[in-house]
């Protein structure tokens, strides 16, 4: 192999694998990328992909191919060097015992490698059909869902995000919960989704991937596909390959409340300062917030016996009963994070039942969670 690219080119291409290309041992070449250029008479492009087994990713690049080849070199190391380079063109050229010389300007470093052939099969799916989606739009479902999903292993079928298609409306709605928390975003889109498989699983690093791309400058529309168990998401030259989570999602439409009788409206900032600094001094071990809600005024407060106990009073506009309900501080803060609106709805019930937190102006973005007995 032998070929000549630009860095910026380069560097993207490896920037883009880095948080999938496995750390663990348990196969070192996981941590490698593979690098192929295609046999001549093609289109002249740098191929990169990377694989966790789970999750893959693989782009094209333009570059000028002098002899067709491949092998596989450390993704991490490889991006270090990279990254140091002058901003000229760099010339890589493979050796007969997988070595990669790596040159530019001045600059030679000679990286060990093994062959192309040794790395594992990345996961394949092609779908007949895909359905593009609005990148920024795709973006903000991400944001808002994949705080709540689980990161306990023994919960696997909590470990992603939940994605189905409604029929009564053709939106596309993600839904994510830990059994603590619950975030649940609806959008329409302006192609048919219902070619999507709905009531697909996607897991949490495949999702996270998905959403490094959708982020990238250049993202405008997403080609999505799910089929049994496999995932796509493509942009360009881009295709991400996952597995899904096999499993049964629960009901969660039992879990969102629906008729609450006690409502407030509240500046985000105002309200995320106040949790905050309250916070400080609650429990360690449960992070544990007090609400004290009377007419007219939001009282948040901690108490931990061996720092000290904290208070901040809000005016707020409420009429209602009066009510005292606690609530895990950082669950609190990640819902209304994600939201990211300038103003929050604050929904309760009663001590012991879920609240609800939605932007101001969305009907269609709603955070669950749970109370807490103080």
Partial sequence: MKLSITKSEFLRGLGRIQSIVEKRNSMPILANVLIEAPKKGKEERLQLAATDLEVGIRSQHPAEVEK??????????LFEIVRELSDERIDLESTSNSYLEIRCNRSRFTLAGTAAEEYPTLPEFNPERTVPVSASVLSAMIERTMYAASVDETRYNLNGVYLEVLGETG???LVATDGHRLACVDRAIEADASALASGVIVPRKGLGELKRLVDEDDAEEIELAFANNSGLARKGDVTLVMRLIEGEF???????????SRHLLLPTDTLTQAVRRVALLSSERNRAVKLELTPGQLVISSNNPDLGDAREELDVDYAGENLTVGFNARYLLDAINAIGEKEVRFSFQDSLSPSRITPAEDEKTLAVVMPMRI
Wanted: glycine residues 8%.
């Fill in 250 to 260: 629960p009901n969660y439409n039992q879990v969102i409340p629906r008729d609450l």
């Fill in 171 to 173: 939106d596309i709605r």
């Fill in 68 to 77: 067709a080849g491949g092998l596989t070199v450390s993704a991490k190391k």
